[in-house]
C-alpha cells in the first residue's frame, strides 16, 4: 500500500525517497521500485483494472477502463490516475497488464485511450500488435 502524509519538505532516509507533491502533500514510498509493489485487479464484470492507492487513509483507483464490443473485441478506451500519482509509473502498470490480459486470450483491441495509442507507440510489442485493430 502506498500512503501519503503531510509534510513540507524533501527527506532522504536509508533508501525511501519522499517526494514533495505540492505545499502540502508527500508521497513516502520507494519511488524507483514502486511499479513492482502495484496490485492490479481485473474485474471483467465492469471492464476495469485498477490499483487501490491510498491517500491519508483514504482509498484512491487508478483505473483502466474497457467495454466489450459485439465482435469479441474490446475497446479500451479510459485510463487515469489520482493527481498525486501521476508520472510514477501507474498508468503503465494498468496498460501492460491490460494488453498482457487480452493478448494472451487472444482477444482483439481497439486502442481508442490516448496514453494506450502512446504507450503502444512507445512499447510496440508484436504480443500485442498481433490484436490491436488500427
Known amino acids: 500500500m502506498i500512503s501519503l502524509r503531510f509534510a513540507r519538505s524533501v527527506i532522504r532516509r536509508g533508501g525511501i525517497n519522499q517526494l514533495t507533491v505540492s505545499d502540502s502533500f508527500c ?18 464484470t465492469r471492464g476495469a483494472f485498477t ?8 482509498p484512491e483507483r487508478a483505473i483502466l477502463e474497457y467495454s466489450k464490443l459485439q465482435d469479441n473485441s474490446v475497446d479500451l478506451h479510459h485510463t487515469e490516475v489520482p493527481t498525486a500519482f501521476r508520472g510514477k509509473g501507474i498508468a503503465k502498470v494498468l496498460a501492460k497488464e491490460a494488453l498482457d490480459h487480452f493478448s494472451a486470450s487472444q482477444t482483439k483491441m481497439h486502442l481508442t485511450c490516448t ?6 507507440q512507445d512499447n510496440p510489442n508484436p504480443e500485442y500488435l498481433a490484436y490491436v485493430v488500427k
Open 27 to 44: 508521497i513516502s514510498a520507494n519511488v524507483a521500485n514502486m511499479s513492482d509493489k502495484l496490485e492490479v485487479a481485473h474485474d471483467s
Open 51 to 58: 490499483i487501490t492507492l491510498e491517500i491519508e487513509g483514504t
Open 115 to 120: 496514453y494506450l495509442q502512446k504507450y503502444i
